[in-house]
């Protein structure tokens, strides 16, 4: 019995050290395959702007050593200082490349098939930004070309909106609208930079005002274009004009100066269909 012992003990010792054993070497594996999982989660809870799923992170943050994910900032929390510190990071990675600062253009927000015009989703997608730390970051510039549907909301917002955001030092301008005089000058700088140097040497300053007939003056060019208020709709409303103009003659038969009658109706259908877009019943 005493030799038997032995022989019966090591099987059944092997049978719980053996897992143990195991299960101590696959522990920092397990340990970080954990760990990466659960900051995967909080990055994809965070990270509202991006559709990552917490798989995919994991396996993006697992290309990366321990030593250094665990001290960088990554936004895995419900606050803006990692945010913050990222974004000092880059600037700092891109000025030995020669970029000291960074301009931000926020442009036709009202367009990507996520916000599809929707007034409420364009506030959703901006409000996060109106935080005056953020717009007054050093090395950043903001320029927001919003929709006039936002406007309605930030008429509306509460206490803590302004005081976080601070619109007072933003330079905020609620109606964005040009001049007629100035319309009329950049319709005009439009159409000389499209000829060649050939054509601009020697030859007379060329103006929008040269494509109509004597019977449509500069005053009355900068009183139609003022209407229209942003160079946009100017550049819609001279499509829209020469389309009119050439539908009316034949190629044998052409003739090369716009009319008043003509000027005069596609103002008119453009500002009926202007204002049928503006109260929403159009298609813009």
């Not at 509202?48 to 050593?65: E, K, M, W």
């Not at 990222?86 to 996520?114: A, N």
């Not at 976080?164 to 964005?176: A, E, F, G, M, V």
Request: with cysteine; charged share 30%; net charge positive.
């Amino acid at each position: 019995d005493v030799l038997t012992a032995p022989t019966v003990a090591f099987p059944r010792l092997l049978q719980w050290w053996f897992p143990l054993l195991l299960f101590i070497l696959w522990l920092p594996w397990l340990k970080r395959t954990l760990s990466l999982w659960r900051r995967g989660w909080q990055v994809a809870r965070q990270v509202r702007i991006l559709d990552h799923g917490s798989s995919s992170l994991q396996r993006i943050l697992a290309g990366f050593p321990a030593g250094e994910i665990n001290d960088q900032p990554i936004p895995s929390r419900d606050r803006s200082d990692d945010r913050y510190e990222l974004l000092s990071k880059l600037q700092r990675l891109l000025t030995p490349l020669g970029y000291s600062s960074i301009v931000v253009l926020v442009d036709r927000v009202d367009e990507p098939h996520l916000i599809n015009g929707s007034a409420e989703r364009m506030r959703d997608f901006l409000w996060s930004m109106f935080d005056n730390k953020f717009l007054k970051h050093p090395g950043i510039g903001f320029k927001m070309l919003l929709p006039r549907d936002v406007v309605f909301f930030l008429s509306r917002e509460e206490k803590e909106f302004y005081e976080r955001s601070r619109l007072d030092k933003q330079n905020l301008i609620k109606s964005l609208e040009w001049t007629g005089e100035s319309l009329f000058d950049m319709a005009s700088s439009r159409i000389r930079a499209c000829r060649s140097d050939a054509q601009q040497k020697g030859s007379p300053e060329l103006t929008i005002r040269d494509f109509f007939a004597d019977e449509v003056s500069r005053e009355d060019l900068i009183a139609r274009f003022a209407r229209l208020r942003v160079p946009r709709h100017l550049f819609r409303f001279l499509y829209r004009l020469l389309t009119e103009h050439c539908n009316r003659f034949t190629e044998d038969q052409p003739s090369w100066k716009i009319s008043r009658s003509t000027l005069e109706t596609a103002a008119d259908a453009y500002a009926r269909e202007q204002e049928a877009f503006e109260r929403g019943l159009g298609t813009g």
